[in-house]
């Protein structure tokens, strides 16, 4: 008898998980620590192209070296929650190759946006 009581419980359990929308999901870490946060990362690349591109191409660069400050420390911030969010061996290995390959997308994601320099 107790097997179909949590046999009924899982499904519940499931019937609550496909109700939550993908960023929920994504954000309570079910995906995963690498997915959640490449996700997270790219969409504030992705945020930053736009926003800093139409900055340079307005030749607003007040707001453009608000718009990098504000990436940068929007970079450092998932760096630290992985840090914190990271169980594994060879922690400081891991954290200096995610923060490497961030920061060169962050410097190509930048010189995207200054090519509308013309």
């Known amino acids: 008898m107790e097997n179909n009581t949590s046999g009924a419980t ?3 359990n499931i019937d609550e998980l496909d109700e939550r929308s993908f960023a929920q999901r994504l954000l309570s870490g079910e995906y995963g620590l690498a ?7 790219f969409s504030g690349c992705g945020l930053y192209f736009i926003f800093g591109s139409q900055a340079v191409d307005s030749e607003n660069w007040l707001s453009y070296l608000m718009i990098a400050s504000t990436q ?20 400081w290995k891991v954290m200096s190759r995610t ?3 961030f920061m060169i997308i962050n410097i190509l994601v930048g010189i995207c946006t200054l090519g509308f320099i013309y």
């Open 35 to 41: 997915l959640t946060y490449w996700v997270l990362f």
């Open 10 to 12: 899982q499904l519940k």
């Open 72 to 91: 940068l420390g929007y970079t450092a911030l998932l760096l630290i929650r992985i840090k914190t969010a990271y169980k594994g061996p060879q922690l």
């Open 99 to 101: 923060s490497s390959i």
